[in-house]
Nanobody, 121 residues
Framework: VQLQASGGGLVQTGGSLRLSCTASGFSLDDYVIGWFRQAPGKEREVVSCSSGIDGSITYSPSVKGRFTMSRDNAKSTVYLQMNSLQPEDTGTYHC???????????????WGKGTLVTVSS
């Protein structure tokens, strides 16, 4: 079982990217899923999270209004649409889960390999 993030790349300021996080070996239905990022020399921060209880989605204030998280349970994939990208959005983006039927209040303990996003100024 694994999570795999993809879709990163190099983009100019103001550009867009869509990241995907695909689960293999299990279905994402009712799993809490979070997107996280870590910039070089900085601590990891949560970007967005989809609850495994009611599917509600929360965002970090730094990305709210620019990023949109969504799920496609049939494809066991969650997406992160990132618009109006800024240099401070640069970092490695990971998806992670804590398990089935949990809220976003838990520390994720199952992590996928990340994908690098670089926003040039």
């Amino acid at each position: 079982v694994q999570l795999q993030a993809s879709g990163g790349g190099l983009v100019q300021t103001g550009g867009s990217l869509r990241l995907s996080c695909t689960a293999s070996g299990f279905s994402l239905d009712d799993y809490v899923i979070g997107w996280f990022r870590q910039a070089p020399g900085k601590e990891r921060e949560v970007v967005s999270c989809s609850s495994g209880i009611d599917g509600s989605i929360t965002y970090s204030p730094s990305v709210k209004g620019r990023f949109t998280m969504s799920r496609d349970n049939a494809k066991s994939t969650v997406y992160l649409q990132m618009n109006s990208l800024q240099p401070e959005d640069t970092g490695t983006y990971h998806c992670a889960t804590y398990g089935l039927g949990f809220s976003c209040d838990y520390d994720m303990d199952f992590w996928g390999k990340g994908t690098l996003v670089t926003v040039s100024s």
